[in-house]
């Protein structure tokens, strides 16, 4: 019975991944070990798993990587580390990430990725680093982002996020000279706020 679980975990993980993969452009072919043919996705490259099999980390940052995110990946619930930086990723976070509830680190930075910053993201009680800084991110920063009372660093610099800044939780200890407030013209005043990096430092920690 474990080995029967094992399996449909696995495959279950499996098909996230390839769902991923189809949705990228891969011109370096660095995903070509992820072949959908395989029971055991810990035999794809930049893929680790834990002595159980479960996939818990992803490293694809800086492998020329476009495309977009897909849902799927709410599905890889013991994944700890989503690395997907430097890349041409495009699209919007899926809210479903919300569900890696053992998630710590979450690097989507220097992408192109657009949307708003969903407000699920609150709900990643483990999570230690929140870096999307260096995207086309819009909207406001969400106030649910305050129940991360377990952040180390969070980055959201260098996005066009817009609207008031929440004032509770680890945003308490952040100085106001950690932001840059510009306003821009369109059919009415919007003010809008540039939230430069945050570190452990900001946060008190």
Not at 56 to 83: A, K, M
Not at 134 to 151: A, F, K, V
Not at 184 to 201: D, K, V
Request: charged letters at 15%.
């Amino acid at each position: 019975m474990a080995v029967l679980v094992k399996l449909v975990s696995a495959n279950s993980e499996g098909d996230a991944l390839i769902a991923l993969k189809n949705s990228l452009s891969n011109p370096d072919q660095v995903l070509e070990s992820w072949d959908p043919n395989l029971v055991d996705p810990c035999t794809f490259f930049h893929v680790t798993c834990d002595s159980d099999n479960h996939v818990t980390r992803l490293d694809l940052g800086n492998l020329n990587l476009s495309g977009h995110l897909v849902p799927d990946l709410g599905n890889l619930e013991h994944l700890q580390y989503l690395e997907l930086f430097k890349n041409n990723i495009q699209g919007s976070i899926p809210p479903e990430l919300a569900n890696l509830e053992n998630l710590i680190s979450l690097d989507l930075y220097n992408n192109n990725i657009s949307g708003n910053i969903p407000s699920e993201l609150g709900k990643l009680k483990s999570l230690l680093f929140l870096r999307l800084n260096d995207n086309h991110l819009s909207g406001r920063i969400p106030r649910e982002l305050t129940n991360l009372s377990t952040l180390k660093v969070m980055d959201l610099s260098n996005n066009n996020l817009c609207g008031a800044i929440p004032t509770t939780g680890l945003f308490l200890h952040i100085p106001l000279e950690n932001y840059v407030v510009k306003c821009f013209e369109s059919s009415y005043a919007i003010q809008c706020a540039r939230m430069l990096g945050i570190t452990n430092a900001a946060l008190g920690k």
